[in-house]
């Protein structure tokens, strides 16, 4: 049959249609690609891009930076507060500091000797009051110095007790609370920071760069759109006549102008309600007006495009 016309052939089918063999199934649709589109976390200006269109970058690669001046400040800040809250925390949980405990020491010493003297000179004075040496006034007068000086080393000794104590436990769960605040708001600063220096998530092309250096990118808005490995799919549509005939992991032979031969594809959904009018496609004629939207994985996407007409045959 190859030997004869085209025109020939059309006319004997139409009387023979077996004549021609059977018919081949095939579905006709294009390429679409799942991008990837990175974004910064928090609004600023961009000092620095990486990323050209067209150029293969690694997962983890710098794609761009925000200005980060300001989150450099707050990390400061919030290190500072971290470095109060833990020696404010450490002074209640040791006391006093030793300075401060060698003073009231040597104070506490020299009111003991003080006592001492005090005790001494009481003694000295009830031996001398019965030889009538001494009045009972001088007795009196010793003995209110004596007491005196009891009642100085009672508060000495108090008070160095106290400075050697740690804080009470409201204070010191106060302290701990604090510092972990602060260490919180340290690390939300850290991260901040962190944020702007945005990398590529995944290995892949810079399809598009959105912006240039100076330019003010919002929150959540995409700087650069990658296209990563294997990330291409095949969108075909489906009559209405061979939905039941295909299932979810089926394959499908994938042909297109130029493509090199054994690229196959993975089907991975099919619509649950049809479509009566199918949109631009390519194909060689309309075969069908209800058609049902499919997706399926191409597992060997070497030397497609994404928008690439595309031919696939179960």
């Known amino acids: ?7 020939l052939v059309s006319i004997i089918v139409v009387f023979y249609p077996g004549f021609a063999g059977p018919m081949i199934t095939e579905y006709n649709g294009y390429a679409e690609a799942d ?7 928090a609004a600023g200006r961009i000092v620095e891009i990486n990323a050209e269109e067209g150029a293969t970058i690694a997962a983890g690669a710098v794609l761009f930076r925000i200005d980060d001046t300001h989150q450099t400040t707050a990390l400061r800040a919030a290190e500072a507060q971290v470095a109060v809250a833990r020696a404010t925390l450490d002074n209640l949980a040791t006391g006093s500091r030793a300075a401060e405990i060698d003073v009231i020491r040597a104070t506490l010493a020299q009111a003991e000797a003080d006592q001492r003297l005090a005790r001494l000179t009481l003694e000295r004075s009830q031996n001398l009051l019965a030889s009538g040496a001494v009045t009972q006034a001088r007795i009196d007068g010793d003995t209110a110095a004596l007491q005196g000086a009891d009642a100085r080393v009672a508060q000495l000794q108090a008070q160095l007790q106290v400075a050697e104590l740690p804080a009470r436990d409201a204070q010191r769960i106060g302290a ?3 510092l972990e605040a602060a260490l919180a ?11 702007r220096t945005v990398f590529a998530p995944a290995d892949g092309v810079v399809d598009e760069v959105f912006y ?3 330019e003010v990118a919002g929150a959540g808005a995409p700087v650069v759109a990658i296209l990563p490995e294997n990330s291409l799919k095949a969108l075909f549509y489906i009559p209405e006549s061979d939905r039941a005939q295909l299932w979810l992991g089926q ?6 102008s130029g493509c090199p031969d054994g690229i196959t594809a993975r089907l ?7 479509q009566y009018t199918p949109p631009i496609i390519y194909s060689r004629a309309e ?9 399926a994985e191409i597992l060997n996407a070497a030397g497609l495009l994404p928008g690439q007409p595309l031919t696939l045959r179960p």
């Open 251 to 256: 394959e499908f032979a994938v042909q297109c």
């Open 185 to 195: 708001q340290a690390d939300d600063a850290r991260l901040a920071l962190k944020d």
């Open 176 to 178: 701990e609370a604090a």
């Open 287 to 295: 075969r069908a007006r209800l058609v049902f939207r499919a997706e």
């Open 212 to 214: 240039a250096v100076g």
């Open 268 to 274: 991975l959904r099919i619509a649950p309600s049809p």
């Open 35 to 41: 991008y990837v589109y990175v974004a910064p976390a």
């Open 1 to 7: 049959m190859s030997n004869l016309p085209d025109w």
